[in-house]
């Protein structure tokens, strides 16, 4: 009851007050995508630096996060691609599969992680981020790169530019810099960061509302259907299968199975959009996820709960 209370009944209010605001009052793009900016490059980098550097990382052990997030991770993407023929699904339709399968909402995980372990569990959160998203990113723009439609995308940027410029990944790497070398923040800027910070969980989460979508077709209960299997319940199973007999336990194992349990990210659509992919397709399988997950994220985390007790 208390992760209802606590996670999903918030989330799920937030989720359609950002759908109501998006469809009946903040009508116009420019403001969301304002939101998003700001979001994405200054509240969430912020949350991460303030988290971060505030916690012991020498009590997480890399080898067992590593192992648990890329091997399911990189399984779920390949299994899309090799079922492509029994699909019968054409290059961009494959695109959206496979990011529906491995794309995060950052956002969603972290009011997760703040509600089970408050600081500890953004911080654990933060670092299982900082190895699912440029994992996910190298799958996603590769996959886009290959099977994407050649004469719809718009230039793409190189990969490791995605990643050097990457404000969750920088907001990670300052956090590291300062945890690991003990370097205290000064009380002026430590204040600045983190009221920079508070508003990020809020506005993630109205803008993942905003941007629910819903057009299905005839074979999309097929394509939905797998990308929610996939996402929601066999990814987060399967890492916990390879961290628990790891000995991860406690903030880090619930990083571990939320971070791979949440649902797509709206980024997912723009990345489709200007790299050649299916965007009704993407903007289908988000919207599915994000409302299923409220179902299925606390009943894996209760499922996972109840085997390491």
């Known amino acids: 009851m208390t992760l209802v209370t606590t996670a999903i009944v918030p989330v799920v209010l937030i989720l359609a007050v950002g759908a109501l605001l998006r469809h009946r009052f903040l009508t116009e793009p420019a403001f969301w995508r304002g939101l998003e900016w700001m979001s994405y490059r200054v509240f969430t980098p912020a949350l991460f630096i303030t988290s971060i550097a505030g916690t012991d990382l020498t009590a997480v052990s890399p080898g067992p996060l590593l192992l648990s997030l890329t091997v399911p991770i990189v399984s779920a993407a390949g299994l899309v691609i090799v079922l492509r023929r029994p699909l019968r699904a054409n290059g961009p339709q494959l695109t959206s599969l496979v990011q529906g399968s491995v794309r995060i909402n950052t956002y969603i995980g972290l009011i997760f992680a703040t509600a089970l372990h408050g600081q500890e569990g953004v911080a654990t959160f933060a670092l299982a981020s900082a190895v699912v998203v440029p994992l996910v990113n190298i799958i996603c723009v590769s996959t886009l790169a290959v099977y994407g439609d050649k004469s719809a995308a718009s230039r793409h940027i190189p990969v490791w530019?995605?990643?050097?410029?990457?404000?969750?990944?920088?907001?990670?790497?300052?956090?590291?810099?300062?945890?690991?070398?003990?370097?205290?923040?000064?009380?002026?800027?430590?204040?600045?960061?983190?009221?920079?910070?508070?508003?990020?969980?809020?506005?993630?989460?109205?803008?993942?509302?905003?941007?629910?979508?819903?057009?299905?077709?005839?074979?999309?209960?097929?394509?939905?259907?797998?990308?929610?299997?996939?996402?929601?319940?066999?990814?987060?199973?399967?890492?916990?299968?390879?961290?628990?007999?790891?000995?991860?336990?406690?903030?880090?194992?619930?990083?571990?199975?939320?971070?791979?349990?949440?649902?797509?990210?709206?980024?997912?659509?723009?990345?489709?959009?200007k790299m050649g992919g299916d965007t009704r397709l993407m903007a289908s399988i988000t919207g599915a996820q994000t409302v299923l997950a409220a179902a299925t994220l606390p009943a894996v985390l209760i499922l996972i709960d109840h085997v390491t007790r």
């Open 161 to 273: 530019r995605e990643f050097l410029e990457n404000p969750l990944l920088q907001g990670c790497a300052i956090g590291f810099t300062l945890s690991l070398a003990g370097i205290p923040l000064p009380d002026f800027l430590a204040t600045s960061l983190t009221m920079l910070a508070a508003p990020a969980l809020a506005c993630g989460t109205l803008i993942a509302g905003a941007a629910l979508h819903f057009s299905f077709r005839k074979r999309d209960p097929v394509d939905i259907g797998l990308a929610v299997i996939l996402k929601l319940i066999l990814l987060p199973l399967s890492a916990a299968a390879i961290a628990i007999p790891l000995g991860t336990t406690g903030a880090t194992l619930t990083s571990i199975v939320l971070i791979c349990a949440i649902p797509t990210a709206p980024s997912a659509y723009v990345l489709a959009s």
